[in-house]
């Protein structure tokens, strides 16, 4: 089986068509092709799914479901942001557009110690409380690092993955997105340390609050096919600790254009070979399967 479940489209911040991407899954071999437009509903910024397009988006996906079935299965699914006291990734929540499944995700820093503490401006956006987003642009993550943590790294990144903590503790939803993506501008700003203890304790707690949770948790190459950081989202060594508690995994191209899905696939593979793991999981109409690497 070859799947991918998060895939955007010029719905949200990607840049091809929800067709043209699912040619492209046809060409480069997927089974299954899920999309999993941003969502912050009732909330959204420049790169979310606006709120009066979440009909549209969902029946253009069920209407091209239908048209490519002999070809690919496609899946109707968001991304949908997790901010602590404002916003959770909920199907509840999401009902009325029948998604077949969701993907959780932390992409914005909070400061709740520092409510007032300003962040970075969000482009079009009407979320009520300050933040950034920890994969945003380097000017983005420069700023908010120095309005909201005083440019303290490491208190950033514990705030963070305790976020990240909070959110495993949810049930409402399928799929743990990109579970370091904070990593993604440390290359750039080198604002931490992977190698220090602190670090290697906060990946270890997170791991721990994933295994309990019970979600699978998303293998991403979004870094490789998008050129912003050559290796997968969690690292290697997150994904070892993962696999000595035997937290699933699935596979995720975090695609935003035609060529992306396939770029960075088998080394997403190898990693996972890497850190021990056998096989992976996938969903077929709601239900977690699992296939071979
Ligand atoms: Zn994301
Ligand atoms: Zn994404």
New binding site residues.
């Given amino acids: 089986m070859k799947t991918n479940y ?1 895939t955007h489209s010029t719905f949200c911040d990607g840049k091809a068509s929800i067709e043209e991407m699912v040619q492209d899954a046809i060409a480069s071999g997927f089974d299954i092709l899920g999309f999993s437009s ?1 969502a912050a509903f009732p909330y959204q910024s420049s790169w979310h799914l606006k709120n009066d397009k979440y009909d549209e988006y969902v029946s253009t996906i069920r209407k091209l479901a239908l048209q490519y079935k002999d070809k690919i299965q496609l899946q109707v699914g968001f ?1 949908a942001d997790f901010i602590p006291m404002v916003l959770e990734p909920s199907k509840t929540k999401l009902a009325q557009f029948e998604p077949d499944f969701l ?1 959780g ?1 932390v ?1 914005y820093a909070v400061n709740y110690d520092s409510p007032y503490a300003k962040g970075y401006p969000q482009e079009e956006s009407n979320f009520p409380v300050n933040l950034f987003a920890v ?1 945003g642009s380097e000017e983005e993550v420069r700023e908010g690092l120095k309005n909201m943590f005083d440019n303290d790294g490491k208190l950033a990144c514990q705030s963070y993955f305790a976020i990240q903590r909070e959110m495993a503790t949810l049930s409402d939803y399928d799929i743990i ?2 579970p370091d ?1 904070i990593r993604k501008r440390n290359a750039a700003i080198n604002f931490f340390s992977e190698e220090e203890d602190w670090y290697k304790h906060e990946i270890t707690a997170t791991a721990q609050a994933f295994a309990k949770s019970g979600k699978v948790v998303e293998v ?1 190459y ?1 870094g490789i096919s998008r050129g912003t950081l050559n290796d997968t989202y969690p690292s290697l060594d997150f994904l070892k600790i993962l696999r000595s508690l035997d937290v699933p995994v699935t596979i995720s191209a ?1 695609a935003h254009g035609v060529g992306q899905l396939n770029n960075g696939y088998d080394f997403a593979v190898q990693q996972m070979k890497k850190a021990g793991y056998s096989e992976f999981y996938y969903l077929d109409n709601k239900k977690w399967l699992q296939s071979s690497l």
């Fill in positions: 998060h941003h991304e993907i995700a992409h994969d997105a990109h993506i991403n979004g975090d």
